[in-house]
């Protein structure tokens, strides 16, 4: 299922987020590893992302980041960062 949300939080030493879906959605967990998918390492509270969800062992998941704006991103918050290009 593919929705659209923000990052409620997103802990880089942890490794992993929330982010909160529209519609009254609810939560869905974001690993690290997904969003080094997309390119990032991490992004700020209230970016806006359209994400591929999966549900495992009846919570919700991010599987895919499939967009990302971080013009909504919360005044403030540090700018999102990008991961390092293979060498």
Do not use: C
């Not at 529209?22 to 994400?51: I, N």
């Not at 919570?59 to 403030?76: F, H, M, N, W, Y």
Request: hydrophobic share 35%.
């Amino acid at each position: 299922m593919t929705v659209t949300g923000t990052v409620a939080w997103f802990d880089q030493t942890k490794q992993f987020g929330f982010v909160a879906l529209e519609r009254g959605q609810g939560d869905a967990f974001l690993h690290m590893s997904v969003l080094k998918e997309a390119g990032y390492v991490w992004l700020p509270r209230g970016t806006t992302v359209r994400v591929r969800i999966e549900h495992d062992r009846g919570k919700q998941r991010v599987a895919e980041v499939l967009e990302i704006d971080t013009s909504t991103a919360r005044p403030g918050e540090n700018e999102a960062i990008r991961r390092k290009p293979k060498t």
